[in-house]
């Protein structure tokens, strides 16, 4: 089945990245907003920012200067909340970008992520503040000339992409909750059964919109609140977790394969 929002007729463009191609085209790719940045600059001064090793930390600060770490450690990013600034710092070269900066921190990886001979660095931008929602954009950072282009995508797109392909009914006798996705290649449908007396009453899908990385690839996953009848405040620890594998062409265009679910384990880490 076809998802009512997949693009029209016209080949798919193949992909050789860090990751398998198996999804489907979502939306054309939101205008490019180009960053120039000079590209030989200097560290920033020791004493600006304590950096931790990574070994020991995923994340350092020094007052209202935080570096979070790749996994590997080999690259990290500054946010300074003194002057709302972002810097990817890899080697001695820094790359000012504009991101947002959310209570958890973003996640960064370097990688020929869209598979043209050159490293892009991937970037899971934090937009939560810490109150409970956490949600997350993706950023991609790729060199061009002497140039660096940020590509973004915001929470609120990939919300739209969670809404239009997934649905859920509710069985108040049974207790059952039946979870629906709209795949291409036909829907998924996962069944829960939930604990407790209080009817279901509703499902927020997009508290929670998760950006992560998994082996060179990237991944887009929801988590599904649960509101009671009792309190109108979701809950997670019955849950279901739809995910799906983000594919990046080599113009910084996405798309969103095939939704998968597994139990949510109701963790939260932004």
């Not at 009512?4 to 990245?17: C, D, P, T």
């Not at 710092?89 to 504009?98: K, L, R």
């Amino acid at each position: 089945m076809l998802f009512a929002s997949a693009v029209a007729a016209g080949a798919l463009m193949s992909i050789a990245g860090c990751g398998d191609p198996a999804a489907s085209v979502y939306g054309p790719p939101p205008q490019m907003e180009e960053d120039v940045n000079d590209i030989e600059t200097e560290m920033p001064e020791e004493e600006a920012v304590t950096d931790v090793a990574p070994e020991e930390e995923q994340e350092s600060s020094d007052g209202e200067v935080y570096t979070y770490y790749s996994d590997d450690g080999k690259i990290s990013i500054v946010q300074d909340y003194n002057t709302d600034t972002s810097v990817i710092i890899d080697g001695d070269v820094e790359i000012p970008v504009d991101i947002a900066m959310g209570a958890y921190g973003p996640r960064i990886m370097k990688c020929d992520i869209d598979g043209d001979g050159e490293d892009e660095y991937v970037i899971s931008e934090c937009e939560g503040t810490g109150t409970g929602f956490s949600v997350r954009g993706l950023c991609i950072v790729e060199k061009v000339g002497d140039e660096y282009r940020l590509t973004k995508y915001d929470g609120n797109y990939f919300a739209k992409i969670i809404a239009d392909r997934i649905s859920y009914s509710y069985d108040s006798e049974s207790r059952i909750l039946t979870v629906s996705i709209i795949n291409e290649d036909g829907p998924l449908v996962y069944v829960e059964g939930l604990d407790g007396e209080d009817d279901l009453e509703d499902i927020v899908w997009t508290d929670q919109i998760g950006i992560y990385f998994e082996d060179g690839k990237v991944y887009l996953s929801t988590a599904s609140g649960l509101i009671f009848a009792d309190h109108g405040w979701p809950e997670y620890e019955q849950a279901v977790e739809p995910y799906a594998q983000i594919i990046i062409n080599t113009d910084s265009s996405i798309e969103v394969g095939a939704f998968s679910a597994r139990p949510d384990d109701g963790l939260k880490d932004g």
